[in-house]
């Protein structure tokens, strides 16, 4: 689950770590109220979307010469006009894709004298079973672009969770973003604070960029937090933050069922149990040269009821032309997979070719069932001939 900035700044700060002073705001009229209570002369006007890269974003209803999603503001009048312009418009940045997102929420902080900007993150690296600090005395900017162009400008630091924050990693992140004296030892104390915050809300990951340093002091400009979902029901605080505006509809509706469900850009719609297996479907549509529209896996013990679900969220996707069914049936029975089929497709009126490839636990029965439906359900062998037959039948009808 993702936050808005404002909500992690607000959840930061609760663990001593310095923030700028900032109102969100959702309203014109509380945009200027918040600058109103804010020091001043300079205000900054952020757009708050689940998405990056808003600064440079263009926002649709706009001219092209518009500004962006963080825009400074030198008087409260400005700020005033930056949030008539922002709220209720549509910010395409380079992570939301060309569709963009509504802006509905706004944040309206304290301006900054910035000295210099630094870069630094937290995330699990399931490689090293720990927690990885990333941190980069290139901040401002994109860390895809600054570990393609100056890797040697990125510094990882592991933490096992067994020993947690040492004071040896605080050194290590103070060298790597190479600070001195007073910040040298603000930095240190920063990544203890950080580490502390991620261990206790359960996060997944934490980014702050730019991390500025400020008249002395390191303050954090911007920030980005998502949280380990299956560790939710630990924080209903943090869950009391989610903002379903930002989420898309049917990822919505799939969690109420318990389903991993994840649009995409395809038009061959994908249901299967187990992640492994979903991602080895997805390969092998795009091998065949189509793509998938969703990732959706239904878990290793669903109901007729969850697969009767999962397929109608497959099909309220206008993108969707086929649908490809793969389930190796464990704890998962081909049985039940076959009868929630047969009554998904019958309450939707199925319209769009179906292909099933199921193995495993009572796959006789679950051939037997989809057989006798009376629905036009085109049967495979095995992982490849399933693949090739969905291909064929959307390129049938494209």
Do not use: W
């Not at 974003?57 to 400074?72: C, I, N, S, T, Y």
């Not at 979903?278 to 065949?288: E, F, G, Q, W």
Request: glycine share 10%; aromatic share 4%; proline share 4%.
């Amino acid at each position: 689950m993702n936050i808005h900035e404002y909500q992690a700044k607000e959840l930061l700060a609760k663990f001593g770590i310095a923030i700028p002073k900032g109102i969100p705001a959702m309203t014109v009229a509380e945009a200027v109220e918040a600058a109103k209570q804010l020091p001043g002369p300079l205000y900054v006007v952020k757009a708050q979307i689940h998405a990056g890269g808003r600064g440079k974003g263009k926002f649709k209803e706009l001219a092209a010469d518009a500004k962006g999603g963080v825009r400074l503001a030198k008087t409260i009048a400005d700020v005033e006009a930056s949030a008539r312009e922002m709220l209720g418009n549509t910010l395409v940045t380079i992570q939301t894709g060309d569709h963009g997102k509504q802006v509905n929420r706004l944040y309206v902080t304290d301006g900054v004298d910035i000295g210099k900007e630094y870069y630094l993150s937290m995330l699990v690296d399931r490689a090293t079973g720990r927690i990885a600090m990333i941190a980069s005395t290139e901040g401002g900017m994109s860390i895809e672009d600054v570990a393609h162009e100056t890797p040697e400008k990125i510094t990882t630091i592991t933490i096992d969770p067994a020993e947690g924050f040492m004071p040896h990693h605080g050194r290590a992140l103070a060298f790597g973003l190479k600070l001195k004296g007073d910040l040298n030892k603000q930095a240190q104390v920063l990544g203890k604070q950080l580490y502390d915050a991620f261990v206790a809300l359960d996060c997944a990951m934490i980014e702050i960029n730019p991390l500025a340093e400020s008249d002395g002091k390191l303050l954090v400009l911007d920030t980005k937090m998502s949280f380990d979902s299956n560790a939710l029901y630990r924080h209903p605080d943090v869950m009391e933050l989610r903002d379903e505006t930002e989420e898309d509809p049917a990822e919505i509706e799939a969690s109420k069922y318990d389903l991993a469900y994840i649009k995409l850009d395809g038009n061959i719609g994908c249901m299967v149990n187990g992640a492994g297996l979903a991602m080895a479907t997805m390969d092998i549509i795009k091998l065949n040269g189509e793509f998938p529209a969703n990732f959706l896996d239904v878990g290793g013990g669903a109901s007729k009821e969850k697969v009767t679900a999962a397929f109608k969220i497959i099909l309220k996707d206008p993108a969707v032309k086929g649908i490809l069914v793969n389930i190796f049936g464990g704890i998962m029975k081909c049985d039940i997979i076959a009868e929630g089929i047969v009554a998904a497709a019958k309450e939707v009126n199925l319209g769009v070719p179906l292909v099933v490839r199921l193995e495993g636990t009572n796959v006789e029965l679950g051939k037997e069932i989809l057989n006798n439906s009376g629905l036009p359900i085109v049967s495979a062998n095995d992982l490849g001939d399933a693949a090739e037959k969905i291909v064929a039948e959307v390129r049938k009808i494209a």
